[in-house]
């Protein structure tokens, strides 16, 4: 084993975009940065390409291009006469926005004179890692810091095991050349509902799997109802309370076996999709010998300064159990952390306010806490809604439903929270996370003048129905 010298500041494990965000930083504020993913830099799934989950929001757009086509353009006037689908060209198009992506990224790693090793990483101690790839003699490389940033893997099933083929991982299912006529999808969480928005828009007959009783647990219990009613009335088939509990390959077609409170159920489909969480991916990524601290389901422990129990050593993103599994909370721990190793004094991380989004269409996004959570603790709230259907007619092509919801404290009218589910959901709940950012009130948002017509003055409805203020609902 060959030694390399200290010629590091900062290591970074990993390319996602917490690892990316953070070798930036750091190399912004003069530190001499080396990154290291097991993935290539120049291949189609390889590093930085996993930049969030566009590749995922790509095919939906492209997806919901086509079904406007086929379906909501007709009552503008405009007749689209012959539309088809051309799956690999659509991949295709998918595909060079994560190669656009991932260029533009090396670049600035180039610009920023960030070095970067395509090899498996290990931590053997603090300050000290050790490459080892098919290619090359293992190496130790030493850093006065260490960041571990290598995000999340599929949690496997045994019973549905992944063959790329018929039964699909998440990265897999977003990569169909052929579109299945039957189709099923093994949960129904974030990621279950992204992908069956894409292919169910698309023409498959799309099933959803989902062993909990509840719909969207997380999500306020009044955006679930309603999301659970527009996706069922969009043609998915959503079966609550369904474990599934094996699977088979026969003729090409995958057989599955579910449980559900009336017994065992069988269902014959052309894919699989699993589609049941994800894990910490911390597996293979320190020796057992630099004791870093793991709980029992991998997460690696932290503290609020996001650093490890060892010397030197952070870890960042979906690697810990701090905040949701979400890109921009990876990311804004990637900066906290390079500017505290650069001695900079930025900002910590609000983890009572980061924005979470579902990217189906309508899309689902909330900030906050949820009705039954602040009535659960008994807190005094005031509620105002608004219905989506109102506001969007003259701006959206197609059309809109959905809601907005605005919770606020009702001894101070400070917003607790704000729950939306609707066509670009995922950017109208900026102004909701700046609103709170800044400890506004309702009546703070109740009063600022929105541009109409426009999608965004349907959060200020919302907020102006809290006192009963509403002007269009
Ligand atoms: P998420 O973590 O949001 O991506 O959601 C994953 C979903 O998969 C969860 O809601 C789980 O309940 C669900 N799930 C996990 N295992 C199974 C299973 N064997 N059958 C059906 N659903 C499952």
Redesign the pocket.
Known sequence: MSKVKAKYDVIVIGSGPSAYTCAIRCAQLGLKVLCVDNTDINSTSGAFCNAGNVGMITLLESAKLYDTLLSDIDSHGVFAENVSLNLPKMILHKDKILDGISQQITKTFTEHKIDFINSNAKLIAPKIIELSSLHSPSQQIHAKFIILATESIP?S?P??PIDNEFILDSTAALSLNKLPKRLAI???????LELAAIWNRLGAETTL????ETFL??SDNQISRQAYQIFTEQGLELRLG????STKILNKKVFIE?QDADGTHALRVDKLIV????KPNSERLSAPEANLLLDENGYVHVNENCRTNLPGVYAIGDLTLHGPMLSHKGMAEGVFVAEQIAGVIGSSVNYNIIPNVIYTEPEIAWIGQTEQALKAIGDPINIGTFPLSINHQPKSAVKSNGMIKVIACANTDKILGVHIIGCHASELIAQAVLAMEFSASSEDLARTIHSHPSSAEALREAALAIKNKGLNS
């Open positions: 949690i099933i019973c549905t093994l949960g129904a969480g974030v990621i279950g799997l989902e062993a909990q647990g997380l369904a474990r599934v509990i579910y589609a049941s969480g994800r």
